[in-house]
């Protein structure tokens, strides 16, 4: 397992604190949180890439790796892995760092799918930026 950050672009996409109201009984936070908190981040690299709304469309590859604790600063980290007609697909990788820890930890990582939709929610293509010949 691998225990250097991602460099995507220095920052992570989105960063939190997990929240006791996130967690079960014993003090673990709820996969579910977590994987809200990665589709959340996803989105926002989806939408400046099909600069329009996007709808998630599907996860794959999801692995729980390690454990996130009430107080845990999480950052999710994005890369585009691919663009097509509609859709593009992003790898996200989350890490926690405990409050009074420097050590970040790789908690999850899955790779999700976003469409790129108009107004009335109908999938419409993605532009690509023009490649200078």
Not at 4 to 11: A, M, T
Not at 13 to 39: E, K, V, Y
Not at 66 to 84: A, H, M, W
Request: glycine share 6%; proline share 6%.
């Amino acid at each position: 397992m691998s225990h250097e950050k991602p460099n995507y672009d220095h920052c992570p996409a989105l960063r939190t604190i997990a929240m006791p109201a996130d967690a079960n009984a014993n003090g673990d936070i709820f996969g579910g949180w977590l994987l809200a908190q990665m589709d959340l981040a996803g989105s926002i690299i989806a939408t400046q890439t099909a600069k329009t709304r996007v709808a998630t469309v599907g996860i794959e590859a999801m692995a729980f790796k390690l454990p996130v604790f009430i107080g845990d600063e999480v950052s999710f980290y994005c890369k585009t892995i691919r663009i097509g007609n509609t859709s593009t697909t992003i790898h996200i990788e989350s890490w926690a760092r405990g409050r009074l820890d420097d050590t970040a930890r790789k908690v999850t990582e899955g790779n999700f799918t976003y469409v790129a939709i108009d107004e009335n929610r109908h999938p419409v293509p993605i532009v690509r930026p023009k490649v200078p010949a």
